[in-house]
């Protein structure tokens, strides 16, 4: 299970635009948002846009890449993701 911590602009997760959504993807591929607090081992960083389908991605372990998504939006997101037990 993975976990994603994510703090920017993003009106998808948050109510005012700017705020902390925290993602968790289990390894069935389902995946849950919260506000709850977690603590993450093994921590890689990523910066994130969100323009339209297009996701531009820049992190810690894969460098710069894109993605595609089937709905548009618009997220500029700092973030990290970890697992929620040592490894």
């Known amino acids: 299970m993975e976990v994603f911590v994510e703090y920017g602009l993003d009106f998808d997760n948050n109510r005012?635009?700017?705020?902390?959504?925290?993602?968790?993807e289990y390894e069935d591929g389902t995946e849950i948002r919260t506000k709850d607090k977690y603590k993450l081992y093994n921590r890689s960083?990523?910066?994130?846009?969100?323009?339209?389908k297009k996701?531009?991605?820049?992190?810690?372990?894969k460098g710069?890449?894109?993605?595609?998504?089937?709905?548009?939006?618009?997220?500029?997101?700092l973030g990290y993701g970890g697992d929620l037990e040592k490894k």
């Open 64 to 77: 710069f890449y894109i993605k595609n998504k089937n709905r548009n939006n618009f997220k500029i997101l």
């Open 55 to 61: 996701v531009f991605i820049w992190s810690q372990e």
């Open 45 to 52: 960083y990523y910066f994130r846009v969100w323009i339209g």
């Open 16 to 24: 005012y635009g700017f705020g902390r959504s925290v993602e968790i």
